[in-house]
């Protein structure tokens, strides 16, 4: 079993360090804004609600412009959470996040690149102004995403970690993912969208900058990507989006043609969760009562709550709605004392051309 790692990032002349260098100059130096990058790897891919496309129009231009995300990790109900967003940039995310915790929430940015939190921080006050709020509820930390600890954020004190295409570029993703596993409360949310490939890339794409700075280089293959959570004891998580990246500049696809690209929305939760769906004949039933979210909630990519229907469920989705922030919103029936086998479906890859699902299917 993999254990949570907290020592300080390895010294200069590593190849750690030496990846790390390299994408700090891209992001830092080489990209300009969105319009300079090479594929679709690193822009957003999802379609925004029409709340959250307000809630970005509020954004600063200047923080918009220089946003390289590939997907929108916005879970519901986030109102007064402590929200924590890996590889923030230039605040994009953090800053329509501080509209969604609310001006009793709070937003922290992690990001290495000093050259893009100074843009993040530079308009702070003109957030706390356009969201009339008394004091800015979001702050921003220079540090690695392999060392929280570092930075001063404390064991068990974040509700939920978000992250959006960033942890395809550390070297050392066991060290990230043991780090915000060690950061989240019990019953807390990671709610993350990155570039994943269908097959284990040669190890010279993660020294390729052009190819790791666009966030292809350093996808993990989606099987080892479900094996390294299942190590350090997240037994269950679930695909929300993914899409197929498009290669269109003619010297990434030299580079990188061949392999299967995809970005990818999953959410998993620091519960204790069993390997397999089981069947307790456990239902559930949504309430409706999550603001902007009346007639229906998703949980994943095929688990969809219609306000006032019951739904039958595995233990493991049970426990997400009924152990997590989500247990006032749901009304759950059946306990575990009466065991039926497995429940109608079952593990499946994490993702396929055609589709793609977590644990339960």
């Given at each position: 079993?993999?254990?949570?790692?907290?020592?300080?990032?390895?010294?200069?002349?590593?190849?750690?360090?030496?990846?790390?260098?390299?994408?700090?100059?891209?992001?830092?130096?080489?990209?300009?804004?969105?319009?300079?990058?090479?594929?679709?790897?690193?822009?957003?891919?999802?379609?925004?609600?029409?709340?959250?496309?307000?809630?970005?129009?509020?954004?600063?231009?200047?923080?918009?412009?220089?946003?390289?995300?590939?997907?929108?990790?916005?879970?519901?109900?986030?109102?007064?959470?402590?929200?924590?967003?890996?590889?923030?940039?230039?605040?994009?995310?953090?800053?329509?996040?501080?509209?969604?915790?609310?001006?009793?929430?709070?937003?922290?940015?992690?990001?290495?690149?000093?050259?893009?939190?100074?843009?993040?921080?530079?308009?702070?006050?003109?957030?706390?102004?356009?969201?009339?709020?008394?004091?800015?509820?979001?702050?921003?930390?220079?540090?690695?995403?392999?060392?929280?600890?570092?930075?001063?954020?404390?064991?068990?004190?974040?509700?939920?970690?978000?992250?959006?295409?960033?942890?395809?570029?550390?070297?050392?993703?066991?060290?990230?993912?043991?780090?915000?596993?060690?950061?989240?409360?019990?019953?807390?949310?990671?709610?993350?969208?990155?570039?994943?490939?269908?097959?284990?890339?040669?190890?010279?794409?993660?020294?390729?900058?052009?190819?790791?700075?666009?966030?292809?280089?350093?996808?993990?293959?989606?099987?080892?990507?479900?094996?390294?959570?299942?190590?350090?004891?997240?037994?269950?998580?679930?695909?929300?989006?993914?899409?197929?990246?498009?290669?269109?500049?003619?010297?990434?696809?030299?580079?990188?043609?061949?392999?299967?690209?995809?970005?990818?929305?999953?959410?998993?939760?620091?519960?204790?969760?069993?390997?397999?769906?089981?069947?307790y004949g456990q239902t559930a039933y949504y309430l409706g009562t999550i603001p902007q979210l009346p007639h229906g909630f998703r949980l994943d990519d095929h688990h969809y709550f219609v306000?006032?229907?019951?739904?039958?469920?595995?233990?493991?989705?049970?426990?997400?709605?009924?152990?997590?922030?989500?247990?006032?919103?749901?009304?759950?029936?059946?306990?575990?004392?009466?065991?039926?086998?497995?429940?109608?479906?079952?593990?499946?890859?994490?993702?396929?051309?055609?589709?793609?699902?977590?644990?339960?299917?």
């Amino acid at each position: 079993m993999a254990r949570p790692i907290h020592g300080r990032m390895p010294p200069k002349g590593s190849f750690v360090v030496g990846t790390i260098e390299s994408v700090k100059e891209y992001y830092g130096k080489v990209l300009q804004g969105s319009k300079d990058l090479k594929t679709s790897a690193c822009c957003s891919v999802e379609a925004l609600s029409p709340a959250l496309q307000k809630m970005v129009s509020e954004v600063h231009p200047e923080v918009r412009e220089r946003f390289y995300g590939c997907g929108a990790p916005f879970p519901a109900e986030l109102k007064g959470a402590t929200v924590l967003d890996l590889g923030c940039g230039t605040g994009r995310d953090c800053y329509v996040l501080s509209q969604l915790v609310g001006e009793s929430g709070q937003v922290i940015g992690v990001d290495m690149t000093h050259t893009q939190l100074e843009i993040a921080r530079a308009h702070e006050e003109f957030h706390r102004k356009k969201f009339g709020y008394a004091r800015s509820n979001v702050k921003f930390l220079e540090g690695y995403i392999e060392d929280l600890q570092s930075i001063g954020i404390a064991d068990a004190s974040v509700d939920v970690v978000v992250s959006n295409c960033v942890t395809n570029l550390s070297p050392d993703k066991e060290r990230v993912y043991s780090e915000l596993l060690r950061v989240l409360k019990p019953g807390g949310e990671l709610y993350l969208s990155d570039v994943f490939s269908l097959q284990r890339l040669p190890s010279h794409f993660r020294e390729d900058p052009i190819l790791l700075g666009e966030c292809l280089g350093g996808a993990m293959y989606v099987e080892d990507f479900r094996r390294l959570l299942f190590d350090l004891g997240v037994r269950d998580y679930r695909v929300m989006n993914r899409s197929k990246i498009e290669l269109v500049n003619e010297s990434v696809s030299n580079k990188a043609g061949g392999f299967d690209f995809y970005s990818i929305t999953i959410r998993a939760f620091k519960l204790d969760l069993e390997d397999r769906c089981e069947d307790y004949g456990q239902t559930a039933y949504y309430l409706g009562t999550i603001p902007q979210l009346p007639h229906g909630f998703r949980l994943d990519d095929h688990h969809y709550f219609v306000t006032g229907k019951r739904l039958a469920v595995c233990s493991n989705t049970a426990a997400m709605l009924h152990s997590t922030r989500y247990a006032p919103h749901f009304r759950i029936e059946g306990d575990l004392s009466r065991h039926y086998g497995l429940f109608d479906c079952g593990p499946s890859p994490a993702v396929s051309p055609e589709e793609g699902t977590g644990a339960c299917c």
